[in-house]
């Protein structure tokens, strides 16, 4: 990829080899597990046979994982995980059917306008544009629909004692707590929640706009998790 001087800004990126993620990729792997346990993303596991809500479902996760500056030194590269839900495969539990999915508010992003209004706000104003990047932002939604995943050995050896599947537990599957990346709805009920936080601290949506909000001199544009603000 680059983004400006190939001197400065080029690198390669390029897929985790299965024995990297055993060896120097493991920590990134350790890593993501861990930022998903720290939020809550897992309920405790049990057996699929055991649900017996017709409305459950369930898909798989898996632990992508690459590697960037692939073109430098081993040491100068850098391991990344990341887990992603596997929406295109949601089945329910009961059935084995394809899930549909839940009725849920379509979230509204800030449009290329909404986000130009910002630029020029700041330009009138001659003051700074202010961004930021919500972090982990999915993570920090509740899924209140009753999903489950099926985790892979390289999630699964990383978990803490207490998210373990017992000895002899067959087919282990884990309650989705938070809007995981990667479920067709998360996005959607991540941007509600993020909708709810900015009106209920005085922000108001403009009339006939998408995602700009006004407060006092103040205009903020939002494009899911990405902020910027004037």
Not at 140 to 152: D, G, I, M, Q, S
Request: with cysteine; net charge negative.
């Amino acid at each position: 990829r680059d983004f400006g001087s190939a001197e400065q800004c080029a690198y390669v990126v390029r897929k985790m080899t299965a024995a990297e993620k055993d060896g120097p990729g493991r920590a990134a792997i350790q890593k993501e597990t861990l930022k998903l346990v720290e939020h809550c993303l897992f309920g405790v596991p049990c057996s699929a046979s055991s649900i017996t809500d017709s409305e459950a479902t369930v898909c798989g996760m898996a632990m992508l994982g690459h590697v960037k500056h692939a073109e430098r030194a081993l040491a100068e590269q850098v391991f990344k995980g990341r887990a992603v839900v596997l929406g295109d495969q949601i089945r329910y539990i009961l059935s084995g059917e394809k899930a549909r999915m839940p009725n849920v508010e379509v979230g509204e992003v800030s449009t290329l306008e909404e986000f130009r209004a910002v630029v020029a706000w700041a330009s009138l104003l001659g003051c700074d544009i202010e961004t930021v990047d919500l972090e982990n932002g999915y993570l920090n939604a509740e899924f209140e629909y009753p999903h489950y995943l099926r985790l892979p050995g390289a999630i699964i050896r990383e978990l803490p004692p207490h998210l373990r599947p017992p000895p002899g537990m067959r087919d282990p599957v884990w309650r989705m707590c938070k809007a995981g990346y990667g479920h067709p709805i998360s996005g959607h009920i991540f941007i509600a929640k993020l909708r709810r936080f900015l009106l209920d601290t005085g922000w108001t949506l403009l009339e006939g706009t998408s995602a700009l909000y006004q407060r006092g001199q103040c205009l903020l544009a939002a494009y899911v998790d990405d902020i910027a603000c004037a």
